[in-house]
Each structure stands twice: as structure tokens, then as C-alpha cells.
């Protein structure tokens, strides 16, 4: 089955800093991957569809300043918090599909960042 | 914009009963999905739903389309401890790309 990892799985970082957040398609490409934000016992909430070489469509509401996505190749996905706060403090879950068959989507297991 | 609720939030059943989670989305879909996540996992996707008036099975889960596309359901049958977790639909409004996760249902089965 399609397989999806995302890296790290947990990271504590310091008020101010930047984190990065990998995600990856381990054995298929993808063209499109969506990165997800969960905060504890609710529901997804879709931040951005990430689009294989063009720039990643946010939805309304998510600074596309602070929460800067890169879609260099088809396996790779990056989610980059910038200048981190507390508030951003919540559980990061990119998911991928795979090209041509049914829009199923397939999650990494997620990253659940800490600001301190 | 869309909007896809589920009912209820949460539920605590024994070991053996029924469960049925219902998911209400404000517009037609074009399908219906249901994800699991088990407690601190990732969603883990069961199935999809795209005819009016679908039901399909895995093993004691049945799952349901409404014959308006606007609803689904996910009941299990005789649950098990296994079961626990958090079931999410998600569904994907008709000309629109993005998926909608509902509210999500949590399940907690005593043994």
C-alpha cells in the first residue's frame, strides 16, 4: 500500500524559531499533497493543498508567510513554521494521494510540535 | 462554505454492543469517505462511498450513503476493544477539490 512518512514525529523548539516538517511518499509520486493541522480531540483542519513545482494554494485564514510550503519533487513536501509561537503549538499531518486513481489520501503520521 | 458535522461526539459502549457514528454535510457530495485514528495515530482510511444509496461491509462495519449524498453513517456491529478511536468522515462537495473532515466520533469500548 501507499506509504507516507513525516519527519520528525516530534519536535520542542523555543519561541521565535523556525521548525521544518518533511513529508514523503515512499513508494509512489505524488503531484499533490495536502498538509492538515489538528489540535487534541478535533477534527482536521486542511491549511494548504501543496502542488508539485508551483506555489501551494492556502485556505483562508493561514498565513502563507508563516507557514511556508515547498513541493520541490514528487515525494517531498515541506511545511516550514516560521517564527514559532505557542499558538502554533498543535499536531502537523501531511497526507498524499495517488495520481489517477480514486482521490483516497493516504496520511503520514504526523508531527506534533511544541513552542515553548 | 462546507460544512460536515457528525453525531455523536463521543460514546462509551461495552464490549459487544453496537455503535453507530452519522455524518451531515449542509451540501450534496460527490463521495463520502470514513477515516479511523486510533489515540495519538494518524487517520487510516476505511472506505469511500460514491453512489446515492450505497452501503458496503467490512466485516462488522457497514457503511452507508444517503439516497440524497448529503449523509452517511458507519455502524459496527458487536464492538471490540480494538475498535477505540476517533472515526472521521470526510466529504468532497461536487465541483469542489478540497475534502471536509467531519467533526469526528469518539469510541471508547470497556471490555
Known amino acids: 500500500g501507499a506509504v507516507v512518512s513525516q519527519h520528525p514525529s516530534r519536535v520542542i523548539c523555543k519561541s521565535g524559531t523556525s521548525v521544518k516538517i518533511e513529508c514523503r511518499s515512499l513508494d509512489f509520486q505524488a503531484t499533490t499533497m495536502f498538509w492538515y493541522r489538528q489540535f487534541p480531540k478535533q477534527s482536521l483542519m486542511l491549511m494548504a493543498t501543496s502542488n508539485e513545482g508551483s506555489k501551494a494554494t492556502y485556505e483562508q485564514g493561514v498565513e502563507k508567510d508563516k507557514f511556508l510550503i515547498n513541493h520541490a519533487s514528487l515525494t517531498l513536501s515541506t511545511l516550514t513554521v516560521t517564527s514559532a509561537h505557542p499558538e502554533d503549538s498543535s499536531f502537523y499531518i501531511c497526507?498524499?494521494?495517488?495520481?489517477?486513481?480514486?482521490?483516497?489520501?493516504?496520511f503520514g503520521p504526523g508531527t506534533r510540535l511544541t513552542v515553548l | 462554505g462546507q460544512q460536515v458535522m457528525q453525531i455523536p461526539q463521543y460514546q462509551h459502549v461495552q464490549e459487544g454492543e453496537d455503535f453507530t457514528t452519522y455524518c451531515n454535510s449542509s451540501t450534496t457530495l460527490s463521495n463520502i469517505q470514513w477515516y479511523k485514528q486510533r489515540p495519538g495515530g494518524h487517520p487510516v482510511f476505511l472506505i469511500q462511498l460514491v453512489k446515492s444509496g450505497e452501503v458496503k461491509k467490512q466485516k462488522r462495519l457497514t457503511f452507508q450513503f444517503g439516497e440524497a449524498k448529503k449523509n452517511s453513517s458507519l455502524h459496527i456491529t458487536a464492538t471490540q476493544t480494538t475498535d477505540v478511536g476517533t472515526y472521521f468522515c470526510?466529504?468532497?462537495?461536487?465541483?469542489?477539490?478540497?475534502?471536509?473532515f467531519g467533526t469526528g466520533t469518539r469510541l471508547l469500548v470497556s471490555p
Open positions: 497526507s498524499a494521494s495517488i495520481p489517477g486513481s480514486t482521490d483516497t489520501q493516504y
Open positions: 470526510a466529504g468532497r462537495g461536487t465541483g469542489f477539490q478540497k475534502l471536509v
